[in-house]
């Protein structure tokens, strides 16, 4: 006869592993070997026989307990937990701990098998929806009111939602006797599968109404009215709760997410509840100083007063005239960086003024970062010729 395998061997853990560590472990090698995805490989439906019979030994702390001290003999001749096949087949439809490793079990292969683990019976949820609304800078400055158009399904209205001819109505399914769920003998073991004359709803229609083809909703769009807050970002995503497609025959209805996408605007940009503006200036005003007026994203100006010798570059915080904060009170700030413009389309008048301003001195003396870029790069120059 051939030597069992160590139990924890077979699991894939240490000794000392708890019970989280045993059931990821079980989960995780059951999936793999599987009968229903292993149906050509005979091996793994015996691998897989070992992997619940090691798992309801270790899970269970007494029969751990015993296996640790004694190892298989533990369970021989039929003392302590049951071993083998028979067994492990006990372990399905047996009580007590027996009733404990089935519902463990149900549990991890529920995702597997399609059941949706919790909802025994009973209409299913209807599908979420999304919808991408665009929006303007100052309409995520101010918050808006929107009028949305949602294509989807509501409940029919000639059945009320249920799906059934008026005048009749469900009845329980015969297959699942209203459960939703039917068990299914599979070799050695028992597996709960999704009932599929009633596809786990508990009921059934015999008489399905003629406006909705006993689906108990129909297509149609729907107008909402959607508030949207001051100080939104791009990319939120606002939920509205029930506003998705109608469940069928009754169901619950699902959820519309809402995608809000603000666009670019052409004086601002946005960084949180800060804007950012670039502002153009004249040569003469950067030079000789002077006030200008910015505007703001509420629809007003501000002013900004240039100090003289002012560069590209150069930015102006005003407090409190950025972007509304989102459920908070205040604002951001707006920041004015000034861009300083070369005059072009120069005639000859104009010309001759700024030679002459040259010729008075207004050259290096006027422009350090000028001078000082120069008087660096000399003595690169010479550096490089030295070491040549």
């Given at each position: 006869m051939a030597q069992q395998q160590c139990y924890y061997e077979v699991l894939g853990v240490e000794r000392g592993a708890d019970a989280a560590a045993l059931k990821s472990a079980f989960r995780k090698r059951a999936m793999q070997y599987h009968p229903d995805r292993n149906k050509d490989d005979p091996a793994a439906?015996?691998?897989?026989?070992?992997?619940?019979?090691?798992?309801?030994?270790?899970?269970?702390?007494?029969?751990?307990?015993?296996?640790?001290?004694?190892?298989?003999?533990?369970?021989?001749?039929?003392?302590?937990?049951?071993?083998?096949?028979?067994?492990?087949?006990?372990?399905?439809?047996?009580?007590?701990?027996?009733a404990g490793f089935a519902d463990i079990f149900d549990d991890i292969f529920s995702e597997f098998m399609g059941g949706q683990r919790g909802r025994r019976?009973?209409?299913?949820?209807?599908?979420?929806?999304?919808?991408?609304?665009?929006?303007?800078?100052?309409?995520?400055?101010?918050?808006?009111?929107?009028?949305?158009?949602?294509?989807?399904?509501?409940?029919?209205?000639?059945?009320?939602?249920?799906?059934?001819?008026?005048?009749?109505?469900?009845?329980?399914?015969?297959?699942?006797?209203?459960?939703?769920?039917?068990?299914?003998?599979?070799?050695?073991?028992?597996?709960?599968?999704?009932?599929?004359?009633?596809?786990?709803?508990?009921?059934?229609?015999s008489d399905p109404c003629t406006d909705c083809s006993g689906q108990g909703r129909v297509r149609r769009e729907r107008t909402l009215n959607v508030d949207i807050p001051a100080g939104i970002e791009d990319g939120t995503r606002i939920r509205l709760s029930g506003e998705g497609?109608?469940?069928?025959?009754?169901?619950?209805?699902?959820?519309?997410?809402?995608?809000?996408?603000?666009?670019?605007?052409?004086?601002?940009?946005?960084?949180?509840?800060?804007?950012?503006?670039?502002?153009?200036?004249?040569?003469?005003?950067?030079?000789l100083g002077g006030d200008f007026e910015a505007p703001t994203i509420d629809g007003g100006r501000v002013k900004i007063s240039v100090p003289e010798g002012s560069q590209t570059g150069k930015r102006f915080r005003v407090r409190g005239k950025g972007m509304s904060v989102l459920n908070k009170q205040g604002r951001g700030d707006l920041y004015v960086e000034v861009q300083v413009e070369t005059p072009t389309g120069l005639n000859a008048e104009q010309k001759a003024l700024l030679k002459q301003f040259c010729e008075a001195g207004g050259g290096e003396d006027c422009c350090p970062e000028h001078k000082g870029f120069f008087e660096k790069a000399k003595t690169f120059w010479e550096n490089v010729t030295e070491g040549r």
């Open positions: 439906e015996q691998k897989f026989k070992e992997l619940g019979e090691a798992y309801e030994v270790l899970s269970d702390d007494q029969k751990r307990a015993a296996y640790d001290r004694f190892g298989h003999a533990a369970f021989a001749n039929g003392h302590g937990a049951s071993a083998g096949a028979g067994g492990f087949a006990r372990g399905f439809g047996g009580a007590g701990g027996a019976g009973g209409p299913g949820r209807g599908a979420d929806l999304k919808y991408n609304l665009s929006i303007t800078l100052e309409d995520s400055f101010n918050g808006k009111k929107a009028e949305i158009t949602v294509p989807g399904s509501v409940p029919c209205e000639t059945c009320e939602g249920s799906g059934a001819k008026p005048g009749s109505g469900p009845t329980h399914c015969g297959t699942c006797k209203g459960a939703g769920r039917v068990r299914m003998q599979q070799g050695f073991f028992t597996i709960e599968r999704t009932c599929p004359q009633c596809h786990g709803e508990g009921k059934v229609i497609e109608a469940g069928p025959r009754g169901g619950p209805e699902g959820d519309l997410y809402i995608f809000v996408r603000v666009g670019e605007h052409e004086l601002f940009e946005r960084d949180g509840p800060d804007l950012y503006c670039m502002m153009p200036i004249p040569m003469t005003t950067a030079a």
